[in-house]
T-cell receptor
């Protein structure tokens, strides 16, 4: 089945530094990838939709200059949290759908990245 | 606005059956998904319903009534490993996924 790989799984960084998270579709080409954030005991919150070869679409309230998304190839999207602060500490998850399996196919998720900003 | 409602937490006994309900109010409907999420891990796909009725997949079944805006996930022969959060998500008319907050299921021996 479709596999999405996310790296790193955990990262601890100091306040003010930037962190890059990679999301790869391993056995399919994903023109669109989705980045979610999840705080403890809360649901998934869609942050942005990453579009291959064009600008990402950000959800209301998500700062595009803080959460930089690059989708340079059909199998790789990156999320960079710039100038991270403790309130950015969260679980970040990417997902994608295999376009060849149709609109009704489920999202496949990466294993998530636990970001802790000290 | 769009809304998905699920119970926050449920407790069940190993070997028993549990039903997790989900009600939704969305702008349009293009399918309902159930995902399982273990603590600290990403969600994994369980089931998909787009037509009314029951979809059975092993120990798990999912039911949908579009007229009532209602779905449930039925887990049979509960095992300890079924302890997880169960997320209901509805795809709206724009094919956007609207997520419920999840139901934390606690299995007791």
């Amino acid at each position: 089945g479709a596999v999405v790989s996310q790296h790193p799984s955990r990262v601890i960084c100091k306040s003010g530094t930037s962190v890059k998270i990679e999301c790869r579709s391993l056995d399919f080409q994903a023109t669109t990838m989705f980045w979610y954030r999840q705080f403890p005991k809360q649901s998934l919150m869609l942050m942005a939709t990453s579009n291959e070869g064009s600008k990402a679409t950000y959800e209301q309230g998500v700062e595009k200059d803080k959460f930089l998304i690059n989708h340079a190839s059909l199998t790789l999207s990156t999320l960079t949290v710039t100038s991270a602060h403790p309130e950015d500490s969260s679980f970040y998850i990417c997902s994608a759908r295999d376009p060849l399996t149709g609109e009704n196919s489920p999202l496949h998720f990466g294993n998530g990245t636990r970001l802790t900003v000290t | 606005g769009q809304n998905i409602d699920q119970p926050t937490e449920m407790t069940a006994t190993e070997g028993a059956i549990v039903q997790i309900n989900c009600t939704y109010q969305t702008s349009g409907f293009n399918g309902l998904f159930w995902y399982q999420q273990h603590a600290g891990e990403a969600p994994t796909f369980l089931s998909y319903n787009v037509l009314d009725g029951l979809e059975e997949k092993g120990r798990f079944s999912s039911f949908l009534s579009r007229s009532k805006g209602y779905s449930y996930l039925l887990l049979k022969e509960l095992q300890m490993k079924d302890s997880a959060s169960y997320l209901c998500a509805v795809r709206d008319s724009n094919y956007q996924l609207i997520w419920g907050a999840g139901t934390k299921l606690i299995i007791k021996p």
